[in-house]
């Protein structure tokens, strides 16, 4: 079994790049829960639909979230409730683009839960009705809510995640990052036992802050992942000093570390023995030796099914 550690866009392109080089029914993802909401009454877990929406090839090819061939009626209708809503309520909220098909899925979690199900048993009935072959596990059935702090507003407002990516469209910097209920909630057995069980645990192209930071917060994972750090294998988000996709560059700046390949080799040192870094990094891999971590050098954006597979196969002889 190969484990795939994930946050939103960038780890679901890489799952779908590594079924060219490995069977998917041997692939395991545990995804990161702590973009996660309640809105609209709905609970939406966004980097586990990107994921199943990718690997079921639904996905919107320019949002890289969300359904293709989507439309936004249910949105457009709540603005004149929104309009009108008493001061003080969320009631009706539009910012966060919920599409007609989308919302199905919504409806559909939120119903299960509401009937007991745990989200790990939702996730696999979502992913069997989109007939994805790959296990697709939520890092925890417990909430972990990422929360930012922000610099800029004088009293230092603390949001959810989902109000800095999308409603502050993530252009205000960040103070610092915490992951509430991190301490409390546990990685699920199933998450336990496909990170020490598994052949290899590749850590997907996702922002290492946000994204695996709640994943890593929670206890025993960072552990376990230290415990056989010779076959985990990392690959960088960012590329030439700039994240391919969302705020990763910016973060690491605004929380202290170099905005570079060095900067995502210092958070994965202790948990991971390489790190595939792209060509354009390549002056850099003696800088990511220096801080722990082997540097692999592999062209590291999957624009063509070609470059898919390199990046896919050169990760996986990393890590065997
Ligand atoms: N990202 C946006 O930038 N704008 C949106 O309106 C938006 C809506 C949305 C709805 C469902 C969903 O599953 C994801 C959605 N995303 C949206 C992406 C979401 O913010 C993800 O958390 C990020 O892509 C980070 O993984």
Not at 37 to 52: A, F, Y
Not at 66 to 88: C, I, K, Q
Not at 237 to 263: C, H
Request: hydrophobic share 50%.
């Amino acid at each position: 079994v190969i484990s795939v550690l994930c946050g939103g866009v960038g780890a679901a392109r890489f799952l779908r790049a590594l079924r060219l080089a490995a069977d998917p029914h041997d692939t395991t993802a545990i995804i990161n829960t702590g973009d996660d909401c309640v809105l609209h009454g709905l609970s939406i877990s966004p980097d586990i639909d990107t994921i199943t929406y990718t690997l079921a090839g639904a996905i919107d090819p320019d949002r890289g979230w969300g359904l293709r061939d989507e439309s936004f009626r249910t949105m457009s209708s709540l603005r004149r409730y929104e309009n009108t809503r008493p001061a003080g309520s969320l009631a009706g909220a539009t910012w966060f683009g919920l599409g007609d098909q989308d919302l199905a899925t919504h409806l559909y979690r939120t119903a299960r839960l509401a009937e007991g199900a745990n989200l790990t048993q939702v996730t696999a009935e979502v992913a069997a009705a989109w007939d994805v072959p790959e296990r697709l596990l939520p890092m925890s059935d417990e909430p972990v809510r990422t929360m930012l702090t922000l610099t800029e507003a004088a009293d230092s407002a603390v949001v959810s995640f989902q109000e800095y990516f999308v409603k502050l469209r993530h252009d205000v910097a960040v103070g610092s990052v915490a992951f509430d209920g991190a301490e409390q909630a546990m990685p699920t057995a199933d998450v336990m036992d496909a990170i020490a069980n598994a052949e290899v645990v590749l850590i997907a192209p996702s922002n290492p802050l946000v994204s695996l930071g709640p994943i890593r917060a929670l206890p025993g994972v960072d552990a376990a992942l230290a415990a056989r750090r010779q076959s985990v294998v990392a690959i960088s988000p960012i590329v030439g000093g700039a994240a391919l996709k969302g705020p990763a560059a910016r973060m690491l700046t605004e929380l202290g570390l170099e905005p570079s390949v060095v900067g995502v080799a210092t958070l994965y040192a202790p948990i991971a023995r390489a790190l595939v870094i792209d060509p354009a990094d390549a002056d850099l891999a003696e800088a990511v030796a220096a801080v722990g971590i082997e540097p692999v050098v592999c062209p590291s954006i999957m624009s063509s099914d070609d470059a898919s597979r390199q990046l896919a196969t050169a990760t996986l002889a990393a890590a065997r």
